[in-house]
Nanobody, 129 residues
Framework: EVQLVESGGGLVQAGGSLRLSCAASGFTSSAFTFDDYTIGWFRQAPGKGREGVSSITTSDGMTAYADSVKGRFIISSDNAKNTVYLQMNSLKPEDTAVYYC?????????????????WGQGTRVTVSS
């Protein structure tokens, strides 16, 4: 069973930066490894639905970003560590949310939550004004 564990959330002032990490484990078959999937970051603010933030295909590094974070967030993958990072810069109060990483059996950098089969427990990000 694939497991995803997020870390790196916290409290930061507007304009600051945070780096989130998503560590994946549980790839028990040599036929399916970390670099066969798409990893996505999603967020859910209080009282709102879940929003796709960014995703990356671990095989070839294809990326996608929501318009709200383009130019501020950078997603990257370290396949040797089975870890995907989300570098968040120029943070705004509206970035405050619980951030989740998820895994999809996809060859594309998709941002629809319905494409994702495995989810982490989330890490909270709070941006103060």
């Amino acid at each position: 069973e694939v497991q995803l564990v997020e870390s790196g959330g916290g409290l930061v002032q507007a304009g600051g930066s945070l780096r989130l990490s998503c560590a994946a484990s549980g790839f028990t078959s040599s036929a399916f490894t970390f670099d066969d999937y798409t990893i996505g970051w999603f967020r859910q603010a209080p009282g709102k639905g879940r929003e796709g933030v960014s995703s990356i295909t671990t095989s070839d590094g294809m990326t996608a970003y929501a318009d709200s974070v383009k130019g501020r967030f950078i997603i990257s993958s370290d396949n040797a560590k089975n870890t995907v990072y989300l570098q968040m810069n120029s943070l705004k109060p509206e970035d405050t949310a619980v951030y989740y990483c998820a895994l999809a059996e996809s060859d594309y950098a998709v941002l629809s939550e319905y494409e994702y089969d495995y989810w982490g427990q989330g890490t909270r990000v709070t941006v103060s004004s």
